[in-house]
């Protein structure tokens, strides 16, 4: 659809908000003069125009043309939702929060909910009143959950009914009495004392004025992430990152998606998580941008997402490898399944060439499996594959440059930033209109994640003379289980408050299953004889499943660091990998 249309479809009052100048957030340049090296990746795509608009902007004119249309669907209760729906639940919420809750433009709300229909209603009704949405693995622990509301500040928090308590005990761990809201699972559900029903808010018409929109460069998205090293931190994503990401997606020799009609209507299975990246911008707001069906797996098990497969036409599938290696090893997944599938792109971590030509094999040569790469502070896109280049020999390639993106690869230890040549291995750096604002509240690690203008991924790659990227390995200390982000200091500051520690230290260790699990090696206090199975107990209290110590526990005498006192991870993952302990 073009511009004129998209306007024409809006308000003269909102047209105005098209017309104002853009300025970007930060004072870091989106091109500086090193974008001209030879050695600077760039897209070979035709650029694309980003307009001044905030998410709902750009959204809500598809929610009213692809209004007839279902937006989505859960799995599990055939609960569903058009996008007309969706629209209008949204902006009933939006006034609901500024009216009831008195929530001001920049206030911060959590959501804590599994995969499930009313996902968009929240977050983009959040989004349309000028605050921002933050969101929560719904598998937290309380501890987990009252680290991310203190330290994001939010005023509010969304969550299901069956989460409630779980929320309820982080609040009072926090002495705190943020609202809660509740989405009922069923409609019979009674909603806990104390919490607002969101059904309330979001069927409620409220008479007063829509709100106006805010400005491209107002904060949007708060995820959390690791970035490259320590603790899990907000990242600040603006409404003109998110939008930049999904024209970035939509570029016309990119996008295999296509508008609904009567007769065909593009669907996918929601399993990646909607509160990550990935599952948010492609599961979520690029599903609404394209009328695309989003079937919606609250957790997933082989024979719901198979059911999926086999009832729902499905067209379109974003992966990460695990569920990659599930289809293409699961006996009872079958070629005919993806009779209608066209494409399978998987993202969060990288994808071997065999794995690839296994699932080609099992699935059927009809079906394009390509990679992309990408980072929460990325918004995530940034390498995808044109539709007209054929892979060829370029197996395991994550993807080419896309639009209004730069991308070099330096020597890790060069200050200078020089780019590197051809099929030379080194730090992987971006320069887009994606890339974050920064980490929330950490003006240091916000600097040390970007030199001279650029963002360090902390990823290790090259690009061939076609300009494909491969990853080869990270620089980061992240520890990458089944594509979730582990922080080894996390762990070890959990572990080192376990009785008799005196030092701690947390690598990944390859894993068939999972890719990586954590492993730890624990120095106990003199006196004390430390049990590892006490250990590793004490931890699953405290943290979710993939973040346990599946890796086991060793016992140490030291923890080898070098002389300011940084471990040394890679002697451990040598050790471990030359001896086994």
Known sequence: MSLSVIRGVLSIGRQKTYLRKHV???????????????????????????????????????????????????ASSGKSYTFGQIRMKSRNFSKALKEKLKLKKGDIVAILVKNIPEFGIAAYGIFEAGLVVTTLNPAYTPDEIKKQLLDSGARAIITQASDF????????????????????????????????????????????????????????????????????????????NIVSNIFQFNHKDVSFLNPPTDNFQDVIPTVLPLYHIYGFTAGTVNSAYNGTKSVTLDKF????FITVLKNHRVTVIYAAPPLILFLTSHQDVKKEYFKYVKMVISGGAPLGCLDEQRFTDK??????????????????????????????ENGGCIGKVVPKTYVKIIAPDDPT??????????????????????????????EKSFLNGWFRTGDLG??????????????KELIKVKGFQVA?????????????????????????????????????????ALNVEEIKEYVAIKVTKYKQLAG??????????????????????????????
Not at 44 to 59: A, G, H, N, Q, R
Not at 417 to 436: A, D, F, I, Y
Not at 564 to 581: A, C, F, H, V, W
């Open 462 to 475: 090259h690009f061939n003379d076609e300009g494909c990227m491969f990853i080869t390995d990270r620089l």
């Open 488 to 528: 080894p200091a996390e762990l070890e500051e959990l572990i080192r408050s376990f009785p008799g520690v005196d030092d701690a230290a947390v690598i990944g260790i390859p894993n068939q299953a999972h890719g990586e699990v954590p492993r730890a090696y624990v120095v106990p206090k003199e006196g004390f």
């Open 363 to 392: 699935v059927g040569s009809h079906v394009t499996i390509t990679q992309a790469y990408g980072l929460t502070e990325t918004s995530p896109l940034v390498t995808w594959f044109p539709k007209t280049y054929a892979k060829n």
């Open 24 to 74: 970007f957030s930060s004072s870091r340049t989106l091109v500086t003069t090193d974008c001209s090296h030879p050695n600077v990746l760039k897209s070979e795509l035709s650029d694309v125009v980003v307009p001044d608009w905030t998410i709902c902007e750009m959204l809500y004119p598809k929610l009213e043309l692809y209004h007839k249309y279902t937006a989505v669907e859960c």
């Open 417 to 446: 930033g020089t780019p590197l040549g051809m099929n030379q291995s080194g730090e992987l750096l971006v320069k887009g209109p994606q890339v974050m604002r920064g980490y929330y509240n950490r003006p240091e690690e916000t």
């Open 301 to 304: 098990s082989p024979e719901l």
């Open 552 to 581: 086991g526990v060793q016992i140490v005498d030291t923890i080898p660091k070098n002389p300011s006192g940084k471990i040394l991870r890679r002697l451990l993952k040598q050790n471990y990998k030359e001896k086994g302990i």
């Open 165 to 240: 308590c779980k929320v309820k005990s982080a609040l009072e761990i926090m002495h705190s009495q943020i609202p809660i809201i509740v989405i009922k699972e069923k409609q019979a559900d009674s909603i806990p004392s104390g919490a607002i029903d969101f059904f309330e808010f979001a069927d409620t018409v409220i008479n007063v004025p829509d709100i106006e929109p805010g400005h491209t460069s107002d904060l949007a998205f708060l995820p959390y992430s690791s970035g490259t090293t320590g603790l899990p931190k907000g990242v600040e994503l603006t409404h003109n």
